[in-house]
């Protein structure tokens, strides 16, 4: 069997989708520049300082002409403050929000084959913690701002930037900060932010993500207790066996298919051009109102993130019990981690927990309070603009609405009654995913075609004539 990639490339070249040179403008210097002057801030919250970032974008946004009063540093902890910057148009329509966060993952040097926070460009590729995530999108929207201001640019809209603190985790999330404590500063008809990506094979682009949902994420601790004693006599009652016992029924469980618009739509355009015709098949067939059950649990063995996408899940992570070699267990716990699809209670989630495990022993806590965000609706005046813009730039791409299986600053606008779209615009090979990990890195091509993405569609978001795309 030919290898999928040979597939992929094979079906693209008949689809037509060749390896692609986007008609971008120009490579824009101040992105470049920009980008360089961020990733040498470290911004890891264990020694990072996020208020260097904020402030070394705010003095290049006065310097292009921004007012001082347009441009705000501002946040409860010295070291995370974030960026508020406010580009005025005629108010013909609500503003957007463009978000991205300025801090990074941990990054240890001795992991890095160079330096993760000197900017280095190498065989095409840009290198330095956050290249992908999330610098490259906050110098884009950044240098983009600059530039529709230097070529005058009268928004119909303000064009709100907001880049923040502690996405990646931290104390101090600045999103849910500004939420909280300054709402009428971000207040936006929609959001623009991280989350959706584009999807590169062995260098033929695939897909532009557009992500408009996420799950929620939920842990909950599990727990026995047991009078315990000498393990020289052993009883058959035993805290470590029932927690085991019940946690291997949770792992026969699956909780029950569960599509939604933007899961639907999903798989609905990925169906478009799988090279897997039963693949393609099922696809369609689980993106009916009511899904197939078996196309459904055929996509769900074909791939984890195909099954994640439609069905919350739920899995044991961390696992801990006894206090003695010698000594019957008195307690064990697991730490049980579920991503919950949006509309779903994490009480429902927590109920069924504790009818799967079967056993009233074993007690079944929350930890945290979960962050629950509605999915938000894929309307013509966003989905349009994403749409045009991609076809003029990456002929033959499609662009397909996702959920992620993982969290992103989306929720606090979502859950304040902002739609968030994630679209970064930003190409990468889907089998070479480098955010969180070593020698984190971006194509310099595909760096800026997401720039000059970004800039075609905060021009088409803001002006009420369409211009070209
Ligand atoms: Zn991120």
């Given amino acids: 069997m030919r290898s999928l990639s040979a597939l ?200 532009n993500e557009v992500q408009a949902s996420e799950k929620v994420y939920q842990d909950f601790r599990l727990e026995t207790k047991n009078a315990g004693g000498h393990s020289s006599r052993p009883v058959k009652d035993n805290a470590i066996y029932r927690l085991a016992a019940g946690l291997s029924r949770l792992a026969a469980f699956e909780f029950p298919v569960e599509l939604n618009e933007v899961t639907r739509a999903y798989f609905d355009r990925m169906s478009g ?40 899940t739920c899995v044991a992570t961390m696992l801990g019990g006894g206090h003695a070699l010698n000594a019957l267990p008195q307690t064990a716990g697991a730490n049980v981690n579920c991503r919950i699809l949006p509309g779903q209670s994490p009480s429902a989630v927590r109920r069924k927990l504790i009818d799967v495990l079967a056993d009233l022993a074993i007690s079944v806590a929350f930890v945290d309070e979960a962050k629950p965000s509605p999915p938000s609706p894929l309307t013509p005046e966003v989905m349009r603009p994403i749409e045009s813009i991609t076809k003029a730039m990456w002929p033959g791409v499609v662009v397909v ?36 990990g070593k020698d984190e890195r971006v194509g310099v091509r595909q760096f800026f075609e997401a720039v000059e993405f970004h800039y075609r569609l905060i021009k088409a978001l803001a002006s009420t004539t369409t211009t070209s795309p």
Avoid at 29 to 38: N, V
Avoid at 288 to 307: G, I, Q, V
Avoid at 408 to 417: E, P, V
Wanted: glycine share 10%; no cysteine; proline share 5%.
């Fill in 8 to 207: 992929v490339v094979a079906v693209a070249a008949a689809f037509g989708v060749g390896p692609l040179v986007a008609q971008s403008g120009q490579n824009d210097p101040r992105a470049r520049e920009m980008f360089k002057e961020l990733i040498e801030i470290n911004t890891t919250d264990s020694v990072g300082d996020v208020t260097r970032a904020a402030e070394a974008v705010a003095a290049r946004l006065t310097a292009a002409g921004f007012p001082d009063a347009d441009v705000q540093v501002l946040g409860p902890n010295p070291r995370k403050r974030n960026l508020v910057a406010r580009y005025r148009g005629s108010g013909t329509r609500r503003p957007i929000l463009l978000l991205a966060h300025l801090d990074v993952v941990e990054a240890r040097r001795e992991d890095w084959s160079a330096d993760p926070f000197t900017f280095l460009e190498k065989d095409g590729f840009f290198y330095g913690r956050g290249t992908t995530d999330d610098k490259a999108m906050a110098s884009s929207l950044t240098a983009n701002l600059i530039r529709l201001r230097q070529e005058g640019f009268r928004p119909d809209r303000d064009l709100i930037l907001a880049l923040t603190a502690d996405e990646e985790g931290g104390s101090f999330n600045g999103v849910d900060w500004l939420v909280k404590n300054h709402r009428p500063l971000i207040d936006a008809a929609f959001a623009i932010n991280e989350g959706g990506s584009g999807q590169m094979k062995n260098g033929t682009y695939l897909t």
């Fill in 401 to 436: 609405p996702s959920m992620s299986t993982g969290a992103t600053d989306g929720l606090y606008l979502r859950k304040a009654g902002i739609p968030t779209y994630g679209v970064e615009g930003l190409f990468g090979d889907m089998d070479d995913v480098r955010a969180h």
């Fill in 273 to 312: 051009f799988q090279a897997d015709l039963k693949l393609a098949a099922d696809m369609r067939a689980a993106a009916r109102p009511t899904p197939d059950p078996e196309s459904a649990k055929r996509l769900a063995a074909a791939s984890p993130y195909y099954n994640a996408l439609m069905r919350t």
